[in-house]
Nanobody, 121 residues
Framework: QVQLVESGGGLVQAGGSLRLSCAASGSGLSINTMGWYRQAPGAQRELVAVITNGVGTSYADSVKGRFTISRDNAKNTVYLQMNSLKPEDTAVYYC???????????????WGQGTQVTVSS
């Protein structure tokens, strides 16, 4: 059973930084794209950043230049470094990954449980 376990959320003042981590548990995994989404109260879930199995990254316009996504393939972990945080970044942040078991050729999409990020003004 694959699980995505997130950590690193919390309360921070505007202008501060937080680093989110998301580790995929399980053995014999092959992970393709990993990413972070967020959902603010009353809003739809939106893509924040995504990273491919290589080095390709993509960011929402609202976070470009402030957030950096990275991954450690040896640890099956994706990170989101968030700098210069703004109150409008307040949301529940969800990790997302496309994963297959080695020997199985179908990728399935997995989600983490979400971690709250609150930025005070």
């Amino acid at each position: 059973q694959v699980q995505l376990v997130e950590s690193g959320g919390g309360l921070v003042q505007a202008g501060g930084s937080l680093r989110l981590s998301c580790a995929a548990s399980g053995s014999g995994l092959s992970i393709n794209t990993m990413g972070w989404y967020r959902q603010a109260p009353g809003a739809q879930r939106e893509l924040v950043a995504v990273i491919t199995n290589g080095v390709g990254t993509s960011y929402a316009d609202s976070v470009k230049g402030r957030f950096t996504i990275s991954r450690d393939n040896a640890k099956n972990t994706v990170y989101l470094q968030m700098n210069s945080l703004k109150p409008e970044d307040t949301a529940v942040y969800y990790c997302n990954a496309n994963i297959r078991y080695i020997g199985i050729y179908t990728y399935l999409e997995y989600w983490g449980q979400g971690t709250q990020v609150t930025v005070s003004s």
